[in-house]
């Protein structure tokens, strides 16, 4: 049994949520704040993280950053809640590592649809330590972009969007499917979204960039 830990301040939201996911076969633990969540993470890691945006103490935002920075916890999959609904607010948390988002008001069987289809695609993940493609080498175990030998930082989306770039060589991806792939979820603006990180993308990997090429009206592939 996957379990799931829910950062929620709101007890009438964190009820309902806890409810659906145990009817859904999961066992679940509940959490006001994130230093809750911290001292559960050091006695046992989740599964799946639900993480609320308006907490007290620290926000979700700053929560996220500091679970993708913590080695225990950087790959476990994290859902993001909140009310706002602007894409910004979205991306803000993609680019922190995020990989679903979720906005309230939301039904519960669309939460465990995403949570369901979220640890599926988690599961099925084979990673090989080290992906190379021309100049540049992806190491999956230390999170870390070589081009040419040289050092290159990427956000954490930018990082899993490279990965499935590379592992998917030679492979037109459509925008639809990048946005499964890499973000788990659809929302309005997605193709602007995946543009805006490719555009990013490419600006760092410099001289690599260019081996990112545009499939117009398809999407993008990753050719030497």
Aim: hydrophobic content about 40%; overall charge negative.
């Amino acid at each position: 049994m996957a379990t799931v830990y829910i950062v929620e301040d709101d007890v009438n939201i964190r009820e309902i949520e806890s409810y659906a996911l145990k009817t859904g076969g999961y066992h679940v633990e509940e959490f006001e704040c994130g230093s809750e969540l911290f001292s559960a993470v050091k006695k046992k890691v989740p599964a799946l993280i639900i993480l609320d945006i308006m907490l007290p103490e620290e926000d979700g935002l700053e929560i996220l950053k500091e679970l993708r920075a913590k080695k225990e916890t950087k790959n476990v999959p994290i859902i993001m809640v909140t009310a706002k609904s602007t894409e910004l607010d979205k991306v803000k948390g993609l680019d922190n590592g995020a990989d679903d988002y979720i906005t309230k008001p939301f039904g519960v069987m669309e939460l465990i649809s995403r949570v369901k289809a979220l640890l599926r695609r988690t599961e099925r993940v084979t990673e090989t330590d080290v992906i190379h493609c021309g100049l540049i080498s992806l190491d999956t175990k230390k999170h870390a972009v070589t081009v040419n030998e040289t050092l290159c930082e990427l956000t954490y989306k930018e990082f899993e969007l490279l990965r499935y770039l590379m592992i998917n060589e030679g492979i037109v991806l459509s925008r639809d499917k990048i946005m499964d792939q890499v973000w788990g979820f659809e929302y309005e603006g997605e193709s602007r979204t995946v543009d805006m990180h490719i555009k990013t993308l490419r600006h760092k990997l410099g001289e690599g960039g260019s081996m990112i090429k545009t499939v117009r009206n398809v999407g993008y592939m990753m050719d030497e």
